[in-house]
């Protein structure tokens, strides 16, 4: 079974940064698009940026920017990178293969952006 897991959120001031990591296990990030999704509390998960496998990107216009996505494939990782963050970008960050024959996500990670 594909496994993700999430790791570097925190709390963090308005115009700050934060970089986010997801481990990946049982599938290549090289070979399959990645996302990185938002859940703020008391809404849907929103997809914000992808990357495919060519090493194209595409970012939700909320962070179109400020976030970059970006994969480590000798590491098997997929990060985010967080600038000038807003206080509307708080929430739990998620990273998952956009293929539908993986349902399953991993815990995420909180982040949290102070006014």
């Known amino acids: 079974q594909v496994q993700m897991s999430e790791s570097g959120g925190g709390l963090v001031q308005a115009g700050g940064s934060l970089r986010l990591s997801c481990a990946v296990s049982?599938?290549?990030?090289?070979?399959?698009?990645m996302g990185w999704y938002r859940q703020a509390a008391g809404k849907q998960r929103v997809l914000v940026a992808q990357?495919?496998?060519?090493?194209?990107?595409y970012y939700d216009p909320s962070v179109e920017g400020r976030f970059t996505i970006s994969r480590d494939n000798d590491k098997n990782t997929v990060s985010l990178q967080m600038n000038a963050a807003k206080p509307e970008d708080t929430g739990v960050y998620y990273c998952?293969?956009?293929?539908?024959?993986?349902?399953?996500w991993g815990r995420g990670t909180l982040v949290t952006v102070s006014s």
């Open positions: 998952k293969p956009l293929s539908n024959s993986v349902d399953n």
């Open positions: 049982g599938m290549m990030v090289s070979l399959n698009a």
């Open positions: 990357i495919s496998r060519t090493g194209g990107s």
